[in-house]
């Protein structure tokens, strides 16, 4: 999760009782027990039409972990814990509940490279390659690999089955090692490419769907120095240009758990319209060994420590900034463990009675009260919980954005219409919605959509006429943006050439040297 830094700095700004050490352990850590556990902590949560040529009939899903990593961070660089359970969920009939969950297990296979070194016998080297690394793992000290399985219905107690390779039925797939320099991998987009694979989707006849966990660039833009700075910057200037502006985090990378499906294994019935998030878990004991000898899975040495118990979920993440602008900090570990259909009986007052317009009035406005749009907030109820179905108040009725046909329990998600075409990439407005580009963000997200600038120009009452603020016209044949120079920004923008245009989408990331 990406927002907790500018949303925590407006916080810290407007209220004095926030200690500094919550503001600096904000850094995508949105909650307090999260912030020890980077490798199971969602950063971004991404679901779109694809809009690679030829691809219009799929799903693309990413869900991002292990936030701000350096592209130097070896030698053990960023491997996913072997001991968590990583999960895509899918609803696809408004009860807010899984229906199709995608589950990711790892597993570090080490190889214990040693040389020669003029004693008795070889000794082991301290880094992860010895070597040049190919497509083959030729001179790679440890491989990382996993496993998919789908699970329809519960997600402990339902059907699972596990995602096959397309080409020759097996069910291990290897994540490529991270961008480690030019040195070690010289062309490290081709050699990824090599670990996207066409798979199989479990009871499913569709065909097509592809698989990718790997490093990627980081696509989510945001400008923190000035924000931490008692948010030092103009938050109704003029936006930046495409790519410009102070996106602090442009050199970071990030681990990318991406699937490619065709919508027909996604949806049900007749509905277009899904919702999904993810979430990691691990599990409830783990007991420290005081003397580890190696890897716990290497010739059955017993490794640092031993886990055991139920599967207990530390990590949750759907629509951005929910859990950053909205949830409270003495909640923000409940929400983490908790599943949609419980949201409006353990969140609700958060969502209709928002505290951050009221901070950044008094940040801004001199706390009189008169930017902070009129409660119960129906809009921001509708964005986060029960989905889109009129938009702005000039919006037709009829017109069905996000919602699902039967919302029989309303939770957060990210929703996502499929039968909204995907726009093409030179068509694309960072606004999304707001540009009345309706095949952006909240419909679904998609790496260029600027989420900080629409979750601000929303929080602060775009959606209800409020402020004057930017809008899409839906009311006559072809839409139109009212307002469209009042945007609530941070000062950076997305740049459209900084992301792939083909799965999956993010880019390539940033080498530990050059």
Not at 1 to 26: E, Y
Not at 272 to 292: C, D, E, F, K, M
Not at 410 to 435: H, S, V, W
Request: hydrophobic share 35%; aromatic share 8%; glycine share 10%.
């Amino acid at each position: 999760m990406r927002f907790k830094k500018v949303w925590q700095a407006i916080i810290a700004a407007g209220c004095a009782t926030l200690a500094s050490t919550n503001v600096l352990a904000s850094s995508h850590r949105e909650a307090p027990f999260i912030a020890s556990m980077p490798k199971v902590d969602g950063t971004d949560f991404y679901m779109f039409k694809s809009y690679e040529t030829g691809r219009s009939d799929f799903v693309t899903i990413l869900a991002n972990y292990e936030p701000l990593q350096d592209s130097y961070g070896g030698p053990n660089y960023f491997a996913l814990d072997p001991e968590a359970l990583y999960e895509i969920h899918i609803d696809n009939n408004g009860d807010a509940r899984e229906d199709l969950t995608f589950q990711f297990r790892f597993t570090n296979n080490y190889k214990g490279i040693a040389l020669p070194t003029g004693g008795t016998g070889n000794v082991a080297i301290p880094l992860s390659n010895a070597g040049q690394v190919d497509a083959q793992g030729t001179n790679l000290n440890v491989t990382e690999t996993y496993t998919v399985n789908l699970v329809r219905g519960d997600r402990r107690s339902g059907v699972s089955m596990p995602v096959t390779n397309a080409t020759d039925g097996s069910t291990t797939f290897t994540k490529p090692i991270d961008n480690i320099g030019m040195k070690s991998i010289n062309d490290y987009a081709s050699y990824a490419n090599n670990f996207i694979y066409n798979v199989k989707i479990p009871g499913c006849n569709a065909t097509g769907a592809k698989l990718f966990v790997g490093q990627r660039a980081e696509g989510f833009v945001v400008n923190l120095g000035q924000v931490f700075d008692l948010v030092n910057l103009s938050p109704l200037a003029a936006r930046p240009g495409p790519g410009m502006g102070n996106n602090i985090i442009k050199d970071k990378n990030v681990t990318t758990l991406a699937l490619e499906v065709p919508t027909a294994c996604l949806t049900a019935g007749n509905d277009p319209v899904i919702g999904g998030w993810t979430t990691a878990s691990v599990r409830q004991s783990r007991v420290v060994n005081p003397l580890p000898q190696g890897p716990a899975n290497a010739n059955g040495k017993k490794g640092p420590a031993i886990h055991g118990g139920a599967w207990a979920q530390v990590s949750r993440l759907g629509s951005p900034l929910v859990n950053e602008v909205v949830i409270g900090l003495t909640d923000k570990d409940k929400f983490n463990a908790s599943q949609p259909k419980d949201d409006v009986q353990n969140f609700g007052a958060y969502v209709l009675y928002p505290t951050l317009p009221v901070l950044v009035d008094k940040l801004f406005f001199g706390g009189k009260g008169s930017s902070v749009p009129a409660t119960p907030r129906n809009d921001l109820l509708a964005a986060f919980v029960t989905g889109v179905t009129t938009g702005p108040s000039d919006t037709p009725a009829n017109f069905k954005f996000t919602a699902p046909a039967t919302l029989t329990t309303p939770g957060e998600m990210l929703r996502l219409n499929t039968a909204i075409p995907a726009a093409a990439p030179k068509d694309q407005k960072d606004l999304g919605f707001l540009a009345c580009d309706l095949a952006g963000f909240p419909n679904g997200r998609r790496p260029i959509d600027d989420v900080v600038d629409i979750e601000l120009t929303v929080a602060e009452g775009a959606l209800v006429g409020k402020n004057g603020l930017q809008t899409c016209d839906l009311s006559g044949p072809t839409p139109q943006v009212k307002n469209a120079g009042a945007v609530v920004n941070d000062g950076a923008t997305p740049d459209p050439a900084a992301y792939l245009t083909v799965f999956p989408y993010l880019n390539t990331p940033h080498p530990g040297s050059p």
